[in-house]
């Protein structure tokens, strides 16, 4: 029973996941710090305060506090804009540096000489015009 659980945490899969659930915390914190300590200030300085929290309309008697869900909304959109553009864009842009082009596929024709026609590769004569075709490349 044991060595089954071992083996299950051993497995490559849950130690990735675990190390990436570890690594994505630390980078939530690392987000909303810098949301909150630089991105959110610019707001402020523009629009007057980066907080909605105090935004609310009375319908009766009932009070509904909107702000707290804008400010939400608007810190998530931050929070995402960070990261797309500090963490997708130039992590994408690595990735696409370091893919190299595939190798170009070995041919299966060539040109027939005499007719111009292709053949397969591997042809000792023209299947078009019945000359003989020598060696691999015409």
Known sequence: MLSGFKQ???????????VGIVI??????????????????LIALVAGKPDFSSVSFTIGQTAFP?????????????????VYFFVVTPINALVARMRKAPAPADPTTKKCPECLSEIPIDARRCAHCS?????KAA
Not at 8 to 18: E, H
Not at 70 to 77: G, K, P, S
Not at 131 to 135: D, F, L, N
């Open 8 to 18: 299950f945490i051993l497995r490559g899969n849950v130690v990735d996941m675990a």
């Open 66 to 82: 909107v702000g707290v869900f804008i400010t939400a909304v608007v810190n998530f959109l931050l929070i995402a804009a960070a």
């Open 24 to 41: 994505g915390a630390a980078f939530g914190t690392v987000v909303t710090s810098l949301v909150k300590s630089l991105i959110e200030p």
């Open 131 to 135: 000359q003989p075709v020598m060696g």
